[in-house]
């Protein structure tokens, strides 16, 4: 390649350049290639500005040759270069999708993606881009549960509506038991977080006891009354109901969410409820504890406080929880339930798509697997 561009800048262009050429958060590459140029306009010989700006003498022809063509523009963009490695047909991308979605061989559970790449005759990298584009998590599972409740309608719609629409001068608990909760001892101290490593626990442990926490969520106001007793029987199930008879105003009318466990339905609850006649009970579905608002402070009470915490003994952990439902009740959040019923029905009746062989695909960008008219 000779040089065969004489580079002539006038006033505005090279005020233009000498702006890029200074500006510090543009990008180096840039920097360079505008160098290149108002070099160039300085008379220098090609072997200087190449020396000078750190480039071969080629480069330096290059983009002298790129500016006379497109200007200060054509220096702030790469040219676009095809691919060196075409990319993969529509049938290949369908064949490890339908592949993936399919059966495994042998003895094994889900298809890993050198498997899927040896059977298609393609690398494992473009495996996982094919994956990655199209959302497909073949080593990820989750475990569901369908309720078979004959009443699950109806026990759905009494619940959501007691969250969306409460009725007035009246208070709504989500009551439930946290059993078997365990006051576990690490037998060495916690090593702290620092950079480049996580906490750390011991993997063993004293075990001193366990306890069983009784909670009720208050859903309008998004306060919690627990109380933590040794044992989850209807004995303890009634403590707890007067323990929240006595804090409840009298007046109000009380209605309670609570699941199907055996102590919430003994006969001497029965007659507890006969003996106060402003409390309802609202039982959720059979296998269908999502329901249940107060679940989602267990889940939270679990993570922020008890999985990682250390406990001398049951008194030690009861206090921890005495003192966590202390400083949530400080600030509060108001439970809020998103859905109403009718969606929860579609989302439960809402059945996948099912996947066919790839002879069968009708395949669009983004990818996607169909059942052909007519076909099985």
Same mark, same amino acid.
């Given at each position: 390649?000779?040089?065969? !561009?004489?580079?002539?800048?006038?006033?505005?262009?090279?005020?233009?350049?000498?702006?890029?050429?200074?500006?510090? #958060?543009?990008?180096?590459?840039?920097?360079?290639?505008?160098?290149?140029?108002?070099?160039?306009?300085?008379?220098?010989?090609?072997?200087?500005?190449?020396?000078?700006?750190?480039?071969?003498?080629?480069?330096?022809?290059?983009?002298?040759?790129?500016?006379?063509?497109?200007?200060?523009?054509?220096?702030?963009?790469?040219?676009?270069?095809?691919?060196?490695?075409?990319?993969?047909?529509?049938?290949?991308?369908?064949?490890?999708?339908?592949?993936?979605?399919?059966?495994?061989?042998?003895?094994?559970?889900?298809?890993?993606?050198?498997?899927?790449?040896?059977?298609?005759?393609?690398?494992?990298? #473009?495996?996982?881009?094919?994956?990655?584009? =199209?959302?497909?998590?073949?080593?990820?599972?989750?475990?569901?549960?369908?309720?078979?409740?004959?009443?699950?309608?109806?026990?759905?719609?009494?619940?959501?509506?007691?969250?969306?629409?409460?009725?007035?001068?009246?208070?709504?608990? #989500?009551?439930?038991?946290?059993?078997?909760?365990?006051?576990?001892?690490?037998?060495?101290?916690?090593?702290?977080?620092?950079?480049?490593?996580?906490?750390?626990?011991? =993997?063993?442990?004293?075990?001193?006891?366990?306890?069983?926490?009784?909670?009720?969520?208050?859903?309008?106001?998004?306060?919690?009354?627990?109380?933590?007793?040794?044992?989850?029987?209807?004995?303890?199930?009634?403590?707890?109901?007067?323990?929240?008879?006595?804090?409840?105003?009298?007046?109000?009318?009380?209605? !309670?969410?609570?699941?199907?466990?055996?102590?919430?339905?003994?006969?001497? !609850?029965?007659?507890?409820?006969?003996?106060?006649?402003?409390?309802?009970?609202?039982?959720?579905?059979? #296998?269908?504890?999502?329901?249940?608002? !107060?679940?989602?402070?267990?889940?939270?009470?679990?993570?922020?406080?008890?999985?990682?915490?250390?406990?001398?003994?049951?008194?030690?952990?009861?206090?921890?929880?005495?003192?966590?439902?202390?400083?949530?009740?400080?600030?509060?959040?108001?439970?809020?339930?998103?859905?109403?019923?009718?969606?929860?029905?579609?989302?439960?009746?809402?059945?996948?798509?099912?996947f066919v062989c790839v002879s069968c695909l009708v395949v669009r960008p983004p990818l996607r697997l169909r059942r052909c008219e007519g076909r099985v």
């Amino acid at each position: 390649m000779a040089q065969t !561009v004489c580079v002539l800048l006038d006033d505005a262009t090279e005020s233009a350049l000498s702006a890029i050429a200074g500006d510090r #958060s543009c990008p180096l590459k840039h920097i360079l290639w505008v160098r290149i140029v108002l070099l160039s306009f300085e008379r220098l010989s090609v072997q200087d500005v190449a020396r000078q700006a750190g480039v071969s003498r080629p480069a330096a022809w290059r983009w002298q040759q790129r500016f006379a063509e497109e200007g200060v523009e054509g220096l702030l963009r790469d040219k676009t270069r095809p691919p060196g490695t075409p990319p993969h047909s529509t049938r290949t991308v369908a064949k490890v999708l339908a592949l993936t979605c399919s059966e495994p061989p042998d003895e094994v559970t889900h298809w890993t993606g050198r498997a899927v790449a040896a059977r298609t005759g393609i690398s494992l990298r #473009s495996v996982q881009r094919i994956w990655q584009e =199209h959302r497909l998590q073949p080593h990820r599972v989750r475990t569901f549960k369908r309720s078979h409740d004959p009443a699950f309608a109806e026990k759905v719609e009494d619940v959501v509506g007691l969250y969306m629409q409460p009725p007035a001068h009246a208070v709504v608990l #989500s009551i439930d038991e946290k059993s078997q909760i365990q006051a576990l001892e690490r037998t060495r101290p916690d090593q702290p977080l620092g950079p480049r490593h996580p906490a750390a626990q011991t =993997h063993d442990y004293t075990r001193h006891g366990t306890t069983t926490l009784f909670a009720a969520l208050d859903v309008l106001e998004g306060t919690v009354l627990g109380r933590c007793m040794q044992r989850h029987r209807h004995g303890e199930f009634i403590r707890f109901l007067n323990t929240v008879e006595a804090a409840v105003p009298a007046g109000k009318a009380i209605h !309670v969410v609570l699941d199907n466990y055996g102590s919430h339905k003994h006969p001497k !609850v029965r007659a507890w409820l006969t003996r106060h006649p402003r409390w309802t009970f609202h039982f959720t579905p059979t #296998s269908a504890s999502w329901l249940n608002a !107060v679940e989602g402070f267990f889940s939270t009470l679990t993570r922020r406080r008890l999985r990682r915490g250390t406990f001398t003994g049951i008194v030690d952990l009861q206090a921890a929880i005495k003192r966590y439902i202390g400083e949530h009740n400080q600030s509060p959040r108001l439970f809020v339930w998103p859905k109403p019923a009718a969606a929860i029905f579609d989302a439960l009746n809402r059945a996948p798509e099912p996947f066919v062989c790839v002879s069968c695909l009708v395949v669009r960008p983004p990818l996607r697997l169909r059942r052909c008219e007519g076909r099985v």
